[in-house]
């Protein structure tokens, strides 16, 4: 492993970033990025007591999606996906289709309480939520994702057998992205799922 | 108040009798002398000696009494000796009484203009006391023979309580002429009893006058009681003593009144004298026995008394004469009395006709008339009107009539400011002066056509109130009853109409109970149907969160089982399994969303735009069928919840499309003009419905389709649909001709809309 990808594969778990670091990973120079930090264009903090700026991962992202610069250096390329349903069957089904796919990392949750750990720990791209759990329901896991800022663009996708539209619209408004209704069409799904995503669709 | 005001005038009366003259101190002494005591004797012959007037008086007085023993009597000592001192007592107590109260006579008033006739009173009291001693002496002849239960005194005494029997009447007459001789011509007036007039008018009777009198001048109780219950019936005196000498009294009076001797002021008729008699034990034929001798003796008596000096025939015809005059008058008063009689008649007989008529279960109206109808039998022609007020109305209702009991206009009419309900003007002087103020409207209603002077207004008042008043013009020659007579067929004409009012509001009641029962057995209806909804939607989405999540399972592995199988090899199966899957999927979810359709989100909708939409996914579908839409200007925007207008559209279009339209599929939008609601019509002109599909069309899972078309759930959600929107929906099929969906949905416009507010909110 060469240091560059040594690097690299520091780069892809660290969390905040000096302006060095933001120049490196998004093939800019240095006097770019402070530009930018200073002009607002890119959000970070300075350290207590010094000058010094730093850029938490999540805003670098943000602001290279905004400015379409490439985001491999920085993410593995594969998107992180939390699969919360009761039936384990299903988990299994939706395991086996974004499997297919090979650039999903997957992880599943079958009650209410493990989606909310692994939100924390699994940092989730897209969390694929049935809407009736045994411990909570939907909406409430929608409202607890969306209280922590840091997840604003974490995207939810609801699955649902129930097609109740009070319900659905409930559920929009509690923070869910989309809504989808079981049984699907796994082409139907795995569109929503780049569509949500924002990465192109394997033919 | 009125019965201590009555009280009070009976007792000024009463001390009145107190002021008359009292009775000489002969007389006095004469009362009190109870024996034949030889001095008591020698005192009264003194006494009466020393009055030569008295004296003379009293000598003629006994000569006429023993007819030709009599002549021998020429002293007063003689006449003691040969009558006994119980006859000149008599004869003295009958001349002092009568020389006292003639003296007392009232000074400035006309004897000509008095209806009391005085010397025919004393005439008659003289008749009556000579009677008593007649019958006395005859009684106890015949006692020496025959038993009788009847105990009468001497027949001295006798006499002294005929001649005094009646003395209150002289006593009223001498305190209040005027008043007196009201009650005179009133007995003879009515023929009733003169004490009952005397209590109305007077306040007081002449029994009890006689009564007072007697005690003060403290004349034997025996006298006293003899004027006090004198005329009574036997049977209902007090077991006096001399509850005989009352009875005998009693007869003479009424035996003297037969015979026209003098003049009683009483004009009660009726009694029967042989009845009278039997009562109290006396012989009938005895008392008529003494006719023949009462009318001579009587004059004998008058005259010794200085009455007059009527020989006893001429004293016979003037009461022939008297007895003439009476019968005149009471015929007179029997023509009166026929008259009054008729019109009774014409009024009972009206009563009769009147409720003869009525009719069970009348309207009040319709009683009105009845009682016009009535009226104008009973009063004759002329104005009819009815002022009636319903028990909840706040108005007057006036009616008018013709005289057969047709009602001709109505008016509403304000009541006067202040005026109480119609009915509760139980006072007659109340209604005609509170209506009289709706009078001056009266003349503009009526016109020129009727005098108001003429115009009365008759309350009907029966135990309810006021159940009407009856407005009729009096004019010419109308036929007039008195009050009272009036009185009795207007009750039974309010009677009637408040009857018909109370029918008629226990009618409406019912009907509205009626009514109520209805919309109950709906509403239950509907809450049966909503429970079952409730009960279905639970059940459905139940059964949608079961059921899909294993439909997403096969659903699931089947897709993938299509990817990775090549054609022939079983991908078909696995993409039929997947479709199933899914159309198992849609039923549930159709039938949960039938049961618990979700609540309308109405906007401001463009119908033209949705419709042009809808139609152009339909010609796509049914590319042979003309599809037309027709949706006016002035529609324009509606407030309507497009998702679902939409669905329910889709669907009529759709089972349009499939109903094989030979030209056209029709959409069309118009407002309702009779209420305004939105009407979206889709007809076809296709196969059509046969009434057994009509009737079941919007009944779940009902299809008469072939099968492979989707369970039959579309018409039944359409109307739950609609119906969330607070609309209808109709179908009407001629089977053959084709088939017309009419929607209704209300408040469609923003502005109108109930659901606006929340909507926006």
Known sequence: MSKRNRDEGELLKKQVFTTGEAAEVCNVSQQTIIRCFDSGRLSGFRVPGSRFRRIPRAELLKF?????????RIESGKQRILVVD?????VELLVDVLGRDGRFEVKTATTGYDAGVYTESFRPHLVILDYMLPDINGNVVCETIRANPEHRDMKILCVSGVVNQDEISQLLEAGADDFIKKPFNIETLTQRIHELLDIPVIA | MRGQEAGRRVDLILE????????????????SITSDDEADVREVVRLVASDPALTTKLLRLCRSARGGIGRAITTVDRAVVMLGLDAVRSAILSIQVYETLSSASRDETDDKARVF??????????AVAVACKLITEAHHEQARTRRSRCELPKGDEAYVAGLLHDLGKIALDVIMPKSFDRVVTLAEQYQVCMAEVERRVIGVDHHTAGKRLGEYWRLPHTLQDVMWMHGQPFDALPDLPHRNLVALVTTADLLVRRQHIGFSGNRMRGEDLDATCRECGLDPELVRGIVSKLHETSAEHASSIGLDDAPSQELFLASIGRANEALGRLNVLLEERSSLSMQQGKVIGAISDFNAAAAPGRSVIGTLGE??????????DGLYLMLYQSRRSDTWQVYQFSGDGRMLRNHDAVPPTGCKHLADLSDEGQVSMRTAAVL?????????????RDVQLIPLCCAWGVAAVLVHDFGSGVQTYPQALLGAITTTWASAIAGAAQHAGAKSLGEQLVEANRVLAETQHKLTDARAMARLGEMAKGAAHEMNNPLTIISGRSQILVSRLAPGEGQEAAQAIVEQAHRLSDLITSLHLFADPPTPARHETDLRALITELAKDARRQFPDVKIVHDVPDDVGKVWIDPTQVSEVLAELIQNAGEAQPRSFVRVAVQADPLDGRLVIVVEDDGVGMDARCLEH??????????AGRQAGLGLARAQRLIEGQGGTIELSSESGEGSTARIAIPHWRKDQSPHSAQDAA
């Open chain 1, 64 to 72: 290279m999606r905004e400015n379409d610069i490439p985001r491999d």
């Open chain 1, 86 to 90: 009761d039936d384990e069957q299903i």
């Open chain 2, 16 to 31: 009145q009798i107190e002021t008359l003259p009292t009775l000489s101190a002969i007389a006095v002494r004469l009362l």
């Open chain 2, 117 to 126: 006739d005085r010397p025919g009173f004393w005439r008659h009291s003289i």
């Open chain 2, 371 to 380: 009682v016009v109808r009535s009226a104008t039998n009973l009063l004759g």
């Open chain 2, 440 to 452: 001056p409207w009266l003349t503009d209603y009526l016109g020129d056509a009727v005098d108001m």
């Open chain 2, 697 to 706: 069309a919007f009944d779940p899972f009902f299809s008469v389709k072939p």
